[in-house]
């Protein structure tokens, strides 16, 4: 099992700025790599970013290309989602994710799953 604790999720502005982490604990050894979720309310869970754990691949949803950069700190087990110039439509709970096989953005093929924080902008 791998346990997942996201945090730094809150309520900002459009235009503003927020760092998400997740860090991962239990049986990472298996772990290809990590990625970033989100749900609005009323909507599916939507694909935002995924980043290689061995790797320096990223792979990113065209909507937060450009605005969001993720990267990780392989020493403490820890991804962290920069959101810059954040939009009223980023707001939603955010999930980290963990994967033990190659495919990326369907979330069918993530292991393990934290709770969520939330995300929340104004207009």
């Known amino acids: 099992q791998v346990r997942l604790v996201e945090s730094g999720g809150g309520l900002v502005q459009a235009g503003g700025s927020l760092r998400l982490s997740c860090a991962a604990s239990?049986?990472?050894?298996?772990?290809?790599?990590m990625a970033w979720f989100r749900q609005a309310p009323g909507k599916d869970r939507e694909f935002v970013v995924d980043i290689s754990w061995s790797a320096d691949s990223t792979y990113y949803a065209d909507s937060v290309r450009g605005r969001f950069t993720i990267s990780r700190d392989n020493a403490k087990n820890t991804v962290y989602l920069q959101m810059n110039n954040l939009k009223p439509e980023d707001t939603a709970v955010y999930y980290c994710?963990?994967?033990?096989?190659?495919?990326?953005?369907?979330?069918?093929?993530?292991?393990?799953w934290g709770q969520g924080t939330q995300v929340t902008v104004s207009s």
């Open positions: 239990g049986r990472t050894s298996s772990r290809k790599g």
């Open positions: 994710a963990v994967r033990e096989n190659i495919i990326v953005r369907n979330s069918r093929w993530y292991d393990f």
